[in-house]
């Protein structure tokens, strides 16, 4: 089992920052890539940032120049570093973790960006 923590979300104007942190814990071992994903009101949820079994790091195109994944194998945790938020960022931000068994979430974490 793998347990996802995220934390970090929160209310901010647009045109501002946030960093969301993803904590990972239990059989971190069997972690084979940790990715954020968003959904946001009344909408599916989508891959937002992370890293690929190819070994490089995706964003999705709505988030490129604005958004930055990190992480920390040691520490077990991922980060999201977004800046210039747009209101259409708004969502519950997910992080998830992949196992060659299956692929476990977070409770999520809301953002919500004010125009």
């Known amino acids: 089992q793998v347990q996802l923590v995220e934390s970090g979300g929160g209310l901010v104007q647009a045109g501002g920052s946030l960093t969301l942190s993803c904590a990972a814990s239990g059989n971190t071992i069997k972690i084979i890539v940790l990715n954020w994903y968003r959904q946001p009101p009344g909408k599916q949820r989508e891959l937002v940032a992370g890293?690929?079994?190819?070994?490089?790091?995706y964003y999705a195109d709505s988030v490129k120049g604005r958004f930055t994944v990190s992480g920390d194998n040691v520490k077990n945790m991922l980060w999201l570093q977004m800046t210039s938020l747009k209101p259409e960022d708004t969502a519950v931000y997910y992080c998830?973790?992949?196992?060659?068994?299956?692929?476990?979430w977070g409770q999520g974490t809301q953002v919500t960006v004010s125009s």
């Open positions: 890293n690929t079994t190819g070994g490089y790091l």
């Open positions: 998830a973790a992949v196992t060659r068994e299956r692929k476990y």
